[in-house]
């Protein structure tokens, strides 16, 4: 439907692709990723997932020249380098293919620590909220010293500081917040 409403959506083709994929559909896939790659050129994600749509159908050169052009697009594409390494070893070029799976599980653990890291801060968000002013600073302080650039955490922290009656100890938060990532809130 959202075809039918905008057929130029390069984000709706690539949605359907991923449907179709999912489906087992792949030369759908291929082009539906294909037609969202030539809308938007710069979609990382429509190249990245023809290259998988290569892999499942043994185009392993095709695989390869996608990967690269997702990870051109956006060296960060977890799934993108993914690709690359298992169609570089499909080719033959062992070497890379390893050297590129080994950056694969780098970003992926870092991905996973980075999401251990936002669950943490969450929950202590979470627990601050509905915590005495006192307790609620002293789990901000925690949440701080797990990610001391977060503009959110020194916020909240400048807040319950506030909340305890020490504006004196929010001042420093709530300035170190402001210059991270500036919002009315902290005005």
């Known amino acids: 439907r959202r075809l039918e409403v905008n057929p130029n959506s390069g984000e709706a083709h690539r949605q359907l692709g991923e449907i179709y994929f999912l489906q087992g559909r792949h030369d759908e ?9 030539w809308l938007d050129p710069g979609d990382a994600r429509a190249h990245a997932a023809a290259a998988h749509v290569h892999m499942r159908a043994s185009r392993y050169v095709e695989a390869v020249a996608a990967a690269r052009r997702a990870l051109e ?26 050297r590129e799976l080994a950056t694969f599980e780098r970003m992926e653990a870092a991905a996973a620590a980075a999401d251990r890291r936002a669950f943490q801060l969450d929950a202590l968000r979470r627990e601050a909220s509905r915590a005495p002013a006192e307790r609620a600073v002293a789990l901000l302080e ?20 506030l909340r305890a009656r020490r504006p004196n100890d929010a001042i420093p938060h709530l300035l170190a917040a402001q210059r991270a990532a500036e919002t009315l809130d902290g005005f």
């Open 73 to 98: 697009l956006d060296a960060d594409h977890r799934q993108a380098r993914y690709a690359l390494g298992i169609a570089l070893m499909r080719t033959g070029d062992v070497d890379r293919g390893a």
């Open 29 to 37: 896939a291929l082009t539906e990723f294909s037609v969202a790659a």
């Open 142 to 161: 925690e949440a701080l010293a797990i990610d001391p650039q977060d503009a959110r955490s020194q916020r909240d922290l400048g807040a319950a500081l």
